[in-house]
T-cell receptor, first 109, second 117 residues
Framework: GIQVEQSPPDLILQEGANSTLRCNFS?????LQWFHQNPWGQLINLFY???GTKQNGRLSATTVATERYSLLYISSSQTTDSGVYFC???????????FGGGTRVLVKP | GAVVSQHPSRVICKSGTSVKIECRSL??????MFWYRQFPKKSLMLMAT?????????EQGVEKDKFLINHASLTLSTLTVTSAHPEDSSFYIC?????????????FGPGTRLTVL
């Protein structure tokens, strides 16, 4: 099945800093989602981005489907950005998502 | 975005009892819902696909008699952990698929933390 790898696994940021999270996937996909899991466990949809670039406030994402990777940019990080960021892509058949291992982000005040 | 609810958010039970978790899509209909399990500091692991009007399909290694799934309507799926044991303690998360002309996007419930004593 498709493999999804995220890097880095852990990230510590000072409030106000910028960062880039990466998601690599092993096969071509027609769908990619980024999520933020907050400290209470809720997964929040950040982006649905099969290709191209999208922006939402201080967050933006770019997916280069032909090169099988996606990037999530966090600018001017805030303590509320802490949590785990996951990317997920569909498995070969159907709509089942395969999740990457996540990037655990801690933003220090 | 679409809203998915789960109930209960937290449950503690004795070994041997059964626990039912509900997953509802509040503002859209979902013919397909998914159930995931997450261990501490780990990623989400898909357990099964819940299909309205038909049997659930389970991922390899997931016991269907242990984790009973019922998709009673287009907005409700339930997961019943039967004869729960301490090793079933985990964070269970459901999701519902919202489809449109240009997208197929999953939205997640807030999760249920199960502790089996």
């Amino acid at each position: 099945g498709i493999q999804v790898e995220q890097s880095p696994p852990d990230l510590i940021l000072q409030e106000g800093a910028n960062s880039t999270l990466r998601c690599n996937f092993s096969d071509s996909v027609n769908n990619l989602q980024w999520f933020h899991q907050n400290p209470w466990g809720q997964l929040i949809n950040l982006f649905y981005i099969p290709s191209g670039t999208k922006q939402n406030g201080r967050l933006s994402a770019t997916t280069v489907a032909t090169e099988r990777y996606s990037l999530l940019y966090i600018s001017s990080s805030q303590t509320t950005d802490s949590g785990v960021y996951f990317c997920a892509v569909p498995k070969a058949a159907g709509n089942k998502l395969t999740f990457g291992g996540g990037t655990r982000v801690l933003v220090k005040p | 975005g679409a809203v998915v609810s789960q109930h209960p958010s937290r449950v503690i039970c004795k070994s041997g009892t059964s626990v039912k978790i509900e997953c509802r899509s509040l503002d859209f209909q979902a013919t397909t819902m998914f159930w995931y399990r997450q261990f501490p500091k780990k990623s989400l692991m898909l357990m099964a696909t819940s299909n309205e009007g038909s049997k659930a399909t389970y991922e390899q290694g997931v016991e269907k008699d242990k984790f009973l799934i019922n998709h009673a309507s287009l907005t409700l799926s339930t997961l019943t952990v039967t004869s729960a044991h301490p090793e079933d303690s985990s964070f269970y998360i459901c999701s519902a698929y919202m489809t449109g002309f240009y997208y197929n996007e999953q939205f997640f419930g807030p999760g249920t933390r199960l502790t089996v004593l």
